[in-house]
């Protein structure tokens, strides 16, 4: 990361950059209204698929490929299942084989799997083995614009809408599995925010920084890059 100098650097959330140019950007006031959007969505889609156990419900993510996906889907998914209080999995169906990814699949109990529409047969394969099968949703769905009801408007009608707690599961992170199957290790809201906070300030992110995804969804610093960046308002590119 650095200290990104310019107009409008404390204010945009994501920066896409295509061969050194800006191809898209995304604002924080844009991402707030998109996260509220799409996590109503995901929450409704978790409702129906059926498949919530427990107090948390877990959603899996497909690891998006970077030449083909947004970068501001990748952010949104993740923010939109964290704001509602849902812990995620990252699971890289383009690369791994079908029964492995079915296996994290299966372990991480997963109400459902957003994939992009790049990996959706991939998905759909590795979904299709688990039992009973795991509902494969269109990851393009949650980001599109206006695509869900609009965030609340007062204070009142927020407080509707229940904050993960502290203990909460925030995600499920697996092992490689180059020792054995793939294990998962669990980690809560208090954990992560804990992690972000010291991550930020020890690397001195703040709303003049850019912070570079570089690193797959799958590896766990990737989460930590993005939610120490919206933490301290920096920029993501």
């Not at 896409?16 to 140019?21: A, F």
């Not at 169906?93 to 991939?122: C, D, F, I, K, T």
């Not at 009142?156 to 707690?165: I, M």
């Not at 980690?187 to 570079?212: D, K, N």
């Amino acid at each position: 990361d650095r200290d990104c100098g310019g107009n409008g650097g404390a204010n945009e959330a994501v920066r896409v950059l295509e061969q050194e140019e800006v191809c898209c950007a995304l604002s924080y006031a844009d991402l707030a209204a998109r996260v509220w959007a799409a996590g109503e969505q995901l929450q409704a889609a978790v409702a129906a698929s059926g498949r919530a156990h427990g107090n948390v419900a877990m959603v899996a993510i497909a690891a998006p490929d970077a030449a083909e996906v947004p970068l501001p889907q990748c952010v949104l998914q993740l923010a939109a299942a964290t704001r509602r209080g849902l812990a995620f999995a990252a699971m890289d169906v383009a690369r791994w084989p079908a029964a492995r990814a079915a296996a994290v699949l299966s372990a991480s109990g997963a109400a459902l799997l957003l994939a992009p529409a790049s990996l959706s047969g991939r998905a759909k394969a590795a979904a299709a083995m688990v039992s009973p099968p795991c509902p494969v949703v269109s990851a393009e769905a949650f980001a599109a614009e206006g695509s869900a009801p609009a965030a609340p408007g007062t204070a009142a009608q927020t407080a509707q809408h229940q904050l993960p707690l502290a203990g909460d599961l925030i995600w499920l992170q697996f092992t490689s599995g180059s020792t054995g199957a793939p294990k998962g290790v669990l980690c809560t809201h208090g954990a992560a925010a804990a992690y972000v906070s010291a991550r930020a300030a020890a690397e001195g992110i703040g709303p003049r920084s850019v912070v570079l995804l570089a690193s797959a969804l799958t590896f766990d610093p990737h989460q930590a890059d993005i939610l120490s960046a919206i933490s301290a308002r920096a920029k993501l590119a």
